[in-house]
C-alpha cells in the first residue's frame, strides 16, 4: 500500500516516507503514527488510541506523544502552527486533513531473495525502551527491537535511542540488522 499527499509518498510495503523522491528518515514510531493518521484521516484519532496503535498500549507520558507528533510534522514538513497535515484538535485528539492519494505499492518483480529486499513494515517490530537502575540509583535506558537471535549495538561517543533513527547514517543500518534479529542498544 502507498499513500501519496502533496510532494510526500509514504509506502508501508518498503517503510519508507519520501519526498520528491527523496528518502525521509523517520523514526518507526513516527512511521507507525503517520500511518495510523493517514489510515484514519476521516475522524478525529485520540491520544489513547495513539498510545494503543504505536506503543501497544504501554504506558507513556504526554510528552513522548507529543514528541512524535512533532516529529511527524517535521518530516512532513508542517509544524504546530501552520497544520497543513496534521491538525491538532484540542481537547480531542488529531487528524490528518492532507488530500491524500491511496495506491498500491510497487511489486518487486526482480525475484531477488528476501534478505535483498528493504525491511518491510509487517517485519519490523517497534523498539521498546527501558530502563535499569544501578546500585547508586542512577537509570540506563536500552532497547529492544526486532525479532530473532540478538545483536548488541554499544553505545558511540554520540547517540541518541529515539533520534538515532532518524539518522541517515544510522537509519538504514538499523533496518538491516532488524531483519532477522533482535537488536540491543
Given at each position: ?47 489513547d ?63 531477488a ?32 527491537a ?40
Amino acid at each position: 500500500m502507498r499513500y501519496s499527499f502533496d510532494e510526500f509518498e509514504l509506502t508501508l510495503d518498503a517503510f519508507e516516507l519520501r519526498k520528491s523522491s527523496e528518502l525521509v528518515a523517520v523514526e518507526p514510531q513516527v512511521f507507525g503514527l503517520l500511518v495510523h493518521l493517514i489510515e484514519n484521516r476521516d475522524r478525529v484519532v485520540t491520544r489513547d488510541e495513539l498510545i494503543e496503535a504505536i506503543w501497544d498500549g504501554r504506558f507513556v507520558s504526554e510528552s513522548a506523544v507529543s514528541t512524535r507528533i512533532k516529529s511527524a510534522r517535521k518530516a512532513i514538513d508542517d509544524d504546530g502552527q501552520t497544520q497543513r497535515f496534521i491538525k491538532t484538535v484540542h481537547g480531542r485528539g488529531f487528524r490528518f486533513v492532507g488530500e491524500v492519494v491511496e495506491g498500491s505499492s510497487d511489486a518487486d518483480t526482480s525475484g531477488a531473495p528476501k534478505d535483498d529486499q528493504p525491511a518491510k513494515s509487517e517485519d519490523f517490530v517497534f523498539q521498546d525502551i527501558r530502563f535499569c537502575h544501578s546500585a547508586d540509583g542512577t537509570k540506563i535506558a536500552f532497547t529492544k527491537a526486532g525479532d530473532g537471535p540478538p545483536l548488541i549495538k554499544t553505545a558511540n561517543w554520540l547517540n541518541h535511542l529515539e533520534y538515532d533513527w532518524q539518522s541517515p547514517v544510522w537509519s538504514h543500518v538499523f533496518l538491516d540488522i532488524l531483519r532477522g534479529h533482535t537488536m540491543l542498544r
